[in-house]
């Protein structure tokens, strides 16, 4: 199979797996950065780039930073509507953007766990669009089932081409 197609599926797979998960449950558990998360896992899926540590550890520090900043700057603001220009609830929405993104940068950097991502669902924590514990919480669980459903596909694989290069066959 071409990889392009096969790396489009595989992320697709990703992707629907949490789709599910968040259809059958009813929670948000897809959010925006899970789709480059899981392109990077179909895309280089042995790489240091697709490393568990490195990928949950990013989006743990990127819901931590996010949450720190919201409650710190912007608790209760939320972006689903337009902000009025020059705002105070936009200034503070900005400011705890930024400080949620240098948190994150900060820490990727600080523990060697760059995934870019992350910086993604830092955003998406100190805008307030998913501003509760319980929803960073679910983020991390739907980025481990992404290394969880990984780990599979890759034993999948593995498994398929030793049997390919089994002499006795």
Do not use: K
């Amino acid at each position: 199979m071409d990889t392009r197609i096969a790396t489009s599926l595989h992320t697709g797979l990703h992707i629907a797996a949490v789709g599910l998960f968040a259809w059958a449950t009813g929670l948000p558990a897809l959010f925006p950065s899970l789709g480059p998360s899981a392109f990077v896992l179909a895309m280089f899926p042995t790489s240091e780039a697709s490393n568990p540590r490195r990928v949950i550890g990013s989006h743990a520090l990127g819901v931590a930073a996010g949450l720190l900043a919201y409650y710190l700057v912007a608790p209760g603001i939320i972006v689903t509507e337009q902000i009025a220009p020059l705002s105070l609830p936009g200034l503070r929405l900005t400011v705890s953007s930024v400080l949620a993104i240098v948190l994150t940068v900060s820490g990727m950097l600080h523990f060697d766990i760059r995934h870019p991502p992350a910086c993604a669902t830092t955003l998406i924590v100190a805008l307030g669009l998913l501003p509760r514990l319980s929803d960073g919480v679910l983020m991390i669980v739907a980025v481990v089932g992404l290394i969880a459903l990984q780990r599979a596909i890759l034993m999948v694989i593995t498994a398929s081409l030793y049997r390919r290069d089994d002499p006795c066959r």
